[in-house]
């Protein structure tokens, strides 16, 4: 319960700071997203079925300010989470070179996916803007991986079986 509550309060408040903090570090238009990123490196660590939870509650809080569609944010970010989740099972988690080019990867391909399904909705959007903000994204990935895998490494963030 207490692992439930404290992603959640954790999320909200990475919500928060996206929508308050980052348009003020931005470069050119393009600043990143601190929830995003979260949500990709515990998909990383903890794999694809508790990333996804996450992911999906992420979405939904994503979309609350995306007025173009509710749903996309939720959906893309449980494919995106999914995918992150079979990385994760397959790569070394200690080393922060695979899930940094991991995050950046699916971050792009999330912004791709989101850029298609409004494009499919008559929505256009700048493709560019993609790409500069998964870049973004990386370099602050750079230093929010190592915390996240500690993170998750807390006694009260890892399952324990009882028998």
């Not at 928060?16 to 995003?36: G, K």
């Not at 979405?59 to 996309?72: A, E, P, R, T």
């Amino acid at each position: 319960m207490k692992k439930i509550l404290v992603l959640t309060l954790l999320s909200i408040v990475l919500f928060i700071l996206d929508n308050v903090l980052m348009p003020f570090f931005a470069i050119r238009t393009f600043y990143p997203s601190l929830l995003s990123i979260f949500i990709i490196c515990y998909s990383i660590v903890n794999g694809k079925w508790e990333g996804l939870w996450l992911g999906v509650f992420a979405g939904i809080l994503q979309d609350v300010y995306f007025s173009q569609g509710f749903g996309i944010n939720s959906f893309t970010n449980m494919i995106v989470c999914i995918m992150a989740g079979v990385v994760g099972n397959s790569i070394i988690k200690e080393k922060r070179l695979i899930p940094v080019i991991s995050c950046f990867l699916l971050i792009l391909f999330k912004g791709i996916l989101v850029w298609s399904i409004l494009y499919l909705g008559g929505v256009y959007v700048n493709m560019i803007n993609v790409f500069f903000s998964a870049f973004y994204d990386m370099i602050l990935c750079i230093f929010m991986y190592k915390p996240v895998y500690n993170f998750c490494r807390k006694d009260y963030m890892q399952v324990k079986w009882k028998f």
